[in-house]
């Protein structure tokens, strides 16, 4: 079975979530609401138009989300 391979990014500095490879959507974990950031709880968010950079550790905690347990892999993985 193939594995997923999964990228966590911030959108548009408001919005941290993840891609899966292929996948023209993002899966949001958290948004901030004074910024404009989307809501986990509505789903999938496009990425048309948006601006997105690689999540770092900082913006787990800035964003109070747990580190996933394969987020340092990534990073050496780039």
Known sequence: MP???V???VKDENTLGYLIEGSPFMGVL???VLKGGHD?????VSLFGAVTRPATEE???AY???LPCD???QIKAV
Not at 40 to 44: A, F, S
């Open 7 to 9: 990228k966590y990014v």
């Open 71 to 73: 987020f340092f892999g």
């Open 59 to 61: 913006d787990f905690k």
């Open 40 to 44: 986990w709880k509505n789903g999938p």
């Open 30 to 32: 958290h948004g901030s």
């Open 3 to 5: 594995k997923n391979i």
């Open 64 to 66: 109070r989300v747990a």
